[in-house]
Nanobody, 115 residues
Framework: QVQLVESGGGLVQAGGSLRLSCAAS????????MAWYRQGPGKQRELVAQ???????NYADSVKGRFTISGDNAKNTVYLQMNSLQPEDTAVYYC?????????WGQGTQVTVSS
């Protein structure tokens, strides 16, 4: 069982930055996949960024060049650095991991970008 706790969301003006954190109860070194998803108002949940075990990263086209996913093994924490935020980035952001064949989700953190 893995528990994930996100933090770092909030209200920011367009062009601003936020860093989301996802603290895991287990070692992130044992995670096969670590990812951030988001769900905007009236929209389906979508993949924002992911790290595959071994270091490969993938990003949604809409965030490439603006968002960066990273992990800190010592702190068992996954980060999402978000720069040049736009109103369309407004969403609830969820941390998601795959460990030993099971997927786990955090409770989500709200990010609101004002124009």
């Amino acid at each position: 069982q893995v528990q994930l706790v996100e933090s770092g969301g909030g209200l920011v003006q367009a062009g601003g930055s936020l860093r989301l954190s996802c603290a895991a109860s287990g070692s992130i070194g044992s995670m096969n996949v670590m990812a951030w998803y988001r769900q905007g108002p009236g929209k389906q949940r979508e993949l924002v960024a992911q790290i595959i075990r071994g270091g490969n990263t993938n990003y949604a086209d809409s965030v490439k060049g603006r968002f960066t996913i990273s992990g800190d093994n010592a702190k068992n924490t996954v980060y999402l650095q978000m720069n040049s935020l736009q109103p369309e980035d407004t969403a609830v952001y969820y941390c998601n991991v795959l460990r030993f064949g099971s997927w786990y989700w955090g409770q989500g953190t709200q990010v609101t970008v004002s124009s």
